[in-house]
């Protein structure tokens, strides 16, 4: 039994390895892509020597709040009501 155990937990430890690899990434401007034709047609680079996290973010809400730090000051007068 020992005799079949170590030849299969050699090999799935040679093998593992093989499961992270990743796909080459390219890089479009802000953009990132794992498809290569996409990235040939868009004239994209690719990302050598690193590993690339990708985090999707979490839109904005349209709450009062972010709309009235997005105005900009009013120059001079009284500041606006509301």
């Known amino acids: 039994m020992r005799t079949i155990v170590l030849p299969i937990s050699l090999a799935a430890a040679l093998v593992a390895p ?20 996409a990235a040939k047609n868009k004239n994209c680079k690719l ?7 990708v985090v999707q973010g979490n839109r904005a809400r349209n709450g009062s709040a972010s709309a009235s730090a997005a105005k900009p000051p009013v120059a001079g007068g009284s500041p606006p009501s509301g």
């Open 18 to 37: 093989l499961a992270f690899a990743q796909e080459p990434i390219y890089r479009c401007g802000n953009e990132y892509t794992n498809n290569p034709a």
């Open 47 to 53: 990302i050598d020597g690193g590993n690339v996290t």
